[in-house]
């Protein structure tokens, strides 16, 4: 079996077909959040894998949400909403993203950080 790599996320599926056959899928992953660092602050691409293409990038840093977005019906804390969001990239791949609170915002706004991977 392939084994998990810095880069990639390696998932296997069960039962996919016949009773001895395993299907591996590999994906590239990428986080959006917002961090300060040296570099600066605010929401952006903080981590990917190689494979990730910087128009990729540019859909991934425009369609995921930031800054205390998530939306939640009032029956759960907002420390608990989940956000799950499937759409295409320019390249004809699909990117499946999962958002969730990140704790307090670190820029003074209030609100809650949002964590996205991607």
Request: one cysteine or more.
């Amino acid at each position: 079996m392939p084994e998990p790599t810095r880069d990639k996320a390696v998932f296997f599926k069960a039962n996919a077909g016949p009773p001895d056959e395993t299907i591996t899928v590999e994906c590239d992953q990428a986080v959006f959040t917002s961090l300060r660092t040296p570099m600066g602050e605010g929401y952006r691409v903080v981590a990917a894998s190689a494979g990730v293409r910087p128009e990729e990038r540019r859909v991934i840093t425009r369609v995921s949400p930031s800054h205390d977005s998530l939306c939640d019906d009032g029956r759960e804390s907002k420390e608990r909403v989940r956000a799950l969001a499937c759409y295409p990239l320019p390249t004809g791949r699909l990117c499946i993203a999962l958002s969730l609170p990140a704790g307090n915002e670190h820029t003074g706004r209030g609100g809650l950080r949002v964590y996205t991977h991607n």
